[in-house]
């Protein structure tokens, strides 16, 4: 069974850091493409970063490029993201999912939620 | 950045009767390549989302066959064919085609 399994959220304070990990099991985890996907509280779904299969290429949208960093370890069928410099607006539940777009495949974990507060 | 539009934000629909949701997109998802990446997906309350269709008009695994996807450059659609109770929730469309990849606001199904 594919499961992705997301930690590391929690409470901080502006200008705060936090490292989220997504540790998958079930399937060949390094061939793959890996996402995070935001949703702030009763707001819809933002896809935030994306890192291929062997950690070569990342993407990440405009509002957290220089602040978050996406990584991968396949010797650990883990990805992480590196977020830094919180802001407000960066609170929510944060989620890892594998989409393939060519493909029957798409998996998501349940989330971890971040808040950013003082 | 492309944006994604979709009407109605929020649909009352009848057990057992039809429901259609659109999707707009502010440019073409023509891949160059060829393919379309246009992603339909399914979130139940309290729940993380789900993927229903992908490139249009493919299901995922279980999806019932009632879901269907369809259009193609700049608009879509999702139909139910017949609502169950197991539909309610939030769906939003995905463009999978340009960086970065980018979700309507949400339909929210309710009987």
């Known amino acids: 069974e594919v499961q992705l399994v997301e930690s590391g959220g929690g409470l901080v304070q502006p200008g705060g850091s936090l490292r989220l990990s997504c540790v998958a099991s079930g399937f060949t985890f390094g061939n793959y493409w890996v996402n995070w996907v935001r949703q702030a509280p009763g707001r819809g779904l933002e896809w935030v970063a994306e890192?291929?299969?062997?950690?070569?290429?990342?993407n990440y949208v405009d509002s957290i490029k220089g602040r978050f960093t996406i990584s991968r370890d396949n010797a650990k069928q883990s990805v992480f993201l590196v977020m830094t410099s919180l802001r407000d607006d960066d609170t929510a539940v944060y989620y890892c999912?594998?989409?393939?777009?060519?493909?029957?495949?798409?998996?998501w974990g349940q989330g971890t939620l971040v808040t950013v507060s003082s | 950045d492309v944006v994604m539009t979709q009407s109605p934000l929020s649909l009352p629909v009848t057990l057992g009767q039809p429901a259609s949701i659109s999707c707009r997109s502010s440019q073409s998802l023509v891949h160059s390549g060829g393919n379309t990446y246009l992603n339909w997906f399914l979130q139940r309350p309290g729940q993380s989302p789900r993927r229903l269709i992908y490139?249009?008009?493919n299901w995922d695994s279980g999806v019932p066959d009632r879901f269907s996807g369809s259009g193609s450059g700049t608009d879509f659609t999702l139909k139910i064919s017949r609502v169950e109770a197991e539909d309610v929730g939030v769906y939003y469309c995905l463009q999978h085609t340009h960086w970065p990849y980018t979700f309507g606001q949400g339909t929210k199904l309710e009987i």
């Open positions: 999912a594998t989409l393939h777009r060519n493909i029957n495949w798409a998996h």
């Open positions: 490139q249009v008009s």
């Open positions: 890192i291929g299969p062997d950690g070569g290429t990342k």
